[in-house]
Nanobody, 118 residues
Framework: QVQLVESGGGLVQAGGSLRLSCAASGTILRINDMGWYRQAPGKQRELVAT???????NYADSVKGRFTISRDNFKRTVFLQMNSLKPEDTAVYYC????????????WGQGTQVTISS
């Protein structure tokens, strides 16, 4: 069984930084793309950033230049470094991974709350 577990969320003032981590566990053959989504209250879940197994990245326009996605393939972990945080970044952040395993597919973490105070 594949699980994704996020950590690193919390409360920070505007202008501050947070680093999210998401570790995959289970009987995994390979992880292809990994990424982060977020969902603010009353809004749809939206893409934040993605990264391929080779390290190619993609970002939402709203976070370009402020957020950096990275991964450690050996540790099966994806990170999201968030700098210059704004109140509008407040949301539950979810990691996602395209996993090749006994049951292959797209797996989601449980979410971690990020709150930015003004």
């Amino acid at each position: 069984q594949v699980q994704l577990v996020e950590s690193g969320g919390g409360l920070v003032q505007a202008g501050g930084s947070l680093r999210l981590s998401c570790a995959a566990s289970g009987t995994i053959l390979r992880i292809n793309d990994m990424g982060w989504y977020r969902q603010a209250p009353g809004k749809q879940r939206e893409l934040v950033a993605t990264i391929t197994s080779g390290g190619s990245t993609n970002y939402a326009d709203s976070v370009k230049g402020r957020f950096t996605i990275s991964r450690d393939n050996f540790k099966r972990t994806v990170f999201l470094q968030m700098n210059s945080l704004k109140p509008e970044d407040t949301a539950v952040y979810y990691c996602v991974a395209d996993v090749v395993a006994g049951v292959s597919g797209t797996y989601w973490g449980q979410g971690t709350q990020v709150t930015i105070s003004s």
